[in-house]
């Protein structure tokens, strides 16, 4: 979640609009100081002031209430397309008197996708606050760029529309929609390929790495109770952790063609990719990422943790629409190092333009080749992404 | 009469009734003012019924409507009777007010979206703006201001309303699925803020009526193109007191009373206020001279001219100075007690006639007139009656009244009553002082006979019209009103060879309000005139008694202030002029010149003070005066940041929670322990205070996790403890106190 700066009243833009019923009413004002002037009623210059009064009131009293009110959006930065995201607003009234009526929360310029969504809180009482929020879908992946929040008020008498505009800048990261894999396209898990020697790290409860004097601190559900009944001391179970396996996905980024067809097989590879790096995140693979953006190939070594996991979905999100950069550019760039013990997924639109493939295979543990054709046996896409355009909700 | 259901979304906006409550309450009063400005009580009536209905409808959480081709038949309806008002009475303003009227009650039985509401808004101003042009009476006033808030509050409830509309519908067509209430109406249904909105409501109306003063009092005022066509005229006053150029006594019926105060006057005497005699309550207007078959006609006698004018006119005792404030429906008559000799007008009026009535020329006689006068009142000296006989017009001139028709048998009823007294006057020499005395006893004896044998009523049977009026008056129905028998008077006088006329005016009625009378339109009265060379005019009242009813109690002091402050209205605030506004802003301005000047003068005091002070070492008044006024603004200042802070504790922090006083053994005992140097800190717990405590001076651990124990049971279990156990604790406390003691006694 990230949390915008709190602003300052006085660096916010305000402006007012005129309603329709304002306008009609400045039109009736215009006419009843003519009358009162032609006529010197008394009681018309009365009802003029009251109506001159009734303006000047709306400008002060809307400001105000607008100013008077701190807002702060709350949004997550990153999430998958296709799932909801909660956007929420918290509204805190300053004043020590008078309450904040009517007052309606929307972004400012908000991107295509997220035209809908703000709040509305109907009475903000003096010192009190008010927590509301919208959800909204992604339907595609990309960056999303909220850069202000309009707060406007009718009140008090829906004669014009005061707005100010709050600068709180935040970004949404849409990562790509997870899909299903029907059959393990890792072929173990990472136990499982953990060799017969015993781990040289000491962290982790997977594997006995030995055994050592109890510590204060210690957990006594992992004391060695024979050892200790032998030796008259506490002694506790060392674990460790077998080393991860490594999981590189290599993305060739390049359209083939121009065609709506190509572009929308090569948003499924990468719901693939992103599925599969998902998946392997979670089975605690340390993943890399290697593809071709428009202005550079970005190689994301393989790591482990959350950190990396949002670096690599990041950079799937981020994918441009097409770029010039080859696949064999992206196999330029590669740390062959890393490679040695690295399972390597290569993901491409066509198979015959995955060149460079032969030579990478003599240099990783295991390398796997997908196609769109591949794909069906193997992956079932998010059904909204099947369904239709790309919309938010 | 089919009844809507509702959609969800508007069940679960339960704000419309929130709204359509006062929405009624506002049209109702929009149509009010309108239709008793222009006197359609049928119109409010109808109004009435409109919005009771609608009422018990939303009584029922049901709304009731007609089905739209009929509401449109009753617009086409309403624009015809519009029309047909318009052209056979040609009055755009009341036509205008009863189709608006109409207008709205078709609305009200219209099915009502938000734009109707505002509609249904829109109407109610437009028709309290109507009423505004109509109507000028204090009620109106009133009305505005009872307006004020309600307008406002039904403004914001619906610039709610909208926006909770737009934002569900928007949430509507974005959800897949109907929403949950508690999303959709957020805290509406449960915490809708009426009161904040009528708390808003009430400060907005009254910022409305604040800025609306002041536009009022500062905005310039011109002379208006279209007053003269406005229905508020004084011809609607004339012809109810009937002063106008003649009086014609056979076309008066019945007259009915009008209570409206139309002047305020002020009297002061040379002679003091508990000397002034009767005839200073008949306030003179018009004079009427003139009697042919059955009316009266004005007697107008022209302003000496510059040259003409005479010395200044003889002082006395008897002076009387009326001071006035009269409703403009009066003029171009001035009255005061008569005789006049000077009058002190405003800039823009000009005398016209002295004698026998006071007349004026106004140019902006939509105004009400401020004037003084100065009578004298009876008995006049001789010098008074000198001065006053040689003005011009102020006699009858006798050649006007030679063609005049007394009818036979009034003359004859004159003679016949007056029999003795003609004889008499037949003995004496004429135009002689004994004379002029047996003129007014003559007079005095008819005044006397027509109060007796004849009674008063407004109600004046119906006139034979071969007869003449006075004679019907005398002869057939023996009973009517003031100018009857003023008339009757005058013509019998005159056939006995008195001169005498007819004068209409004011009788001040009732004591006076500080030296002030409020006199109102029923006080207009007819008097009769009588002339002798050595009182001049004489006033005779032959009216009987009984036309007169007098209220007294709660109830009449109450109509009182409402009649004062009626005319206060009428006179200061309907009649707010050029005049008005320059005497305001000239005062304001002449009032910050003097603050100015009075600030700076103070400020150079002060200053010399200093100066002596710090020069010669002396303490001054001026020194003395400035520090207090120092003083005097730093209380001020005081005063406020300390209600600033109260109310910023008051109101800024939320109040913590009370916390609960520790017993008295642990109060005790953290007293015992502090002075040992042990002090509990911040993250410690109670138990962890005292273990540690125990550790430090060797106390026993035991004794002090009883103490814990206790103190824990209190504090947060909330569980009394028994009396033994309180005891038993206080003796632990206090064991342990001699412990420490006795350890530090110890070497």
Redo the contacts between chains.
Sequence with gaps: MTRARTDKPGRDRHDYRVTV?GA?FLV?LVM?AA????????????????M???V??SVV?SRRMLASVEVRRDMSQRAFANRVVHLGYLLRHRR????A??L?LAEVDPPKHLQ?V?A????L???ASFR?GSRFVVRRRGRYTLSAVRLST?????LLTARREVRQRSSLVVWPALGRLRSDVLARGAAEISDGAPSQSRSGADEFFGLREYRQGDNPRWIHWRRTAVTGRPVVREMSKPRPDVLYVLLDTQLPDASAESARRRERLIRFAATLLEHACHREYRVGVALACSDRVVVLPPAAGRGQRGQVLDALAEIDDNTARAFSEVLAHLPRRSLLSAQVVAVGPDRRRLEGLAELRAACRRLSVFTPEDLDGLFDDDPHCQAGPDEV? | MPLRRFTEAELVLTQRLHLERPLLVLVLLGAAGSALAAGSVIYLLLTVAGVGINAAALHRRSEVYVPRAIVNAAVLIATAIFIVEFVSRDELLPALGHYLILMQLCKLFEQKRNRDYAQLIALSLVLMVAGAITASGLWFGLLLLAYLPVACYVGMVLTLKVSLDRQASAHLAVESRPIDPHRVAWNVSTAFPRGALWRMAGMAAASCALAATAVFLVMPRLAPRFAPRLPVGRGRGLSVTGFASSIRLREVGRIRPDRRVVMRVGMTSAAGKGSLPASCRYLRGPVYDTYSDGSWFLWRAPLPRAAARRAKPPGAGNLLVQRVTMAPELLPTLFAVAPVHRVELPGNVELTSLHPGLTVRDRMYYRPIHYAAHSWFAPLTKTQVDWLGGAPGHRTPRAVRTGEAIPPSVAALARHWCADLLAQRGRVPPGGSRAGEMDLRIAERIADRLRKDYTYTLDVPAADPDRDPVEDLLFRTRAGHCELFASAMTLMCRALGLDARVATGYLLDGAADGGEYLVRQSDAHAWCEVYTPATDWRIFDPTPAGGRRRTAGALSRLRRLWDSMSFFWGTRVISYGESDRQRLLGGALAWCRSAWRACASFCAEAWEGLRDLIVHRRVGRDLHKAMLALAAVAAAAAAVMAWRALSRRRFGQPRRPDRPTPPAFYLRLLKLLRRRGVRPRPEQTAREFLLEAGARLGLPSGALTDLAAVLYRLRWGHAACSPAELDRADRIVRDLAGQLRRRRRAP
């Design positions: 019923g009609l009736g009843i009358a009162a002037v032609n006529t010197q009623r008394s009681l018309l210059f009365f009802i003029f002031g009251v001159t009064g009734a000047v009131l009293v020590k008197r008078g309450p009526v009517g309606e809908s703000g509305y809180c109907l009475c009482a003096p010192g509301s009718r009140l008090p008498l829906s909700h």
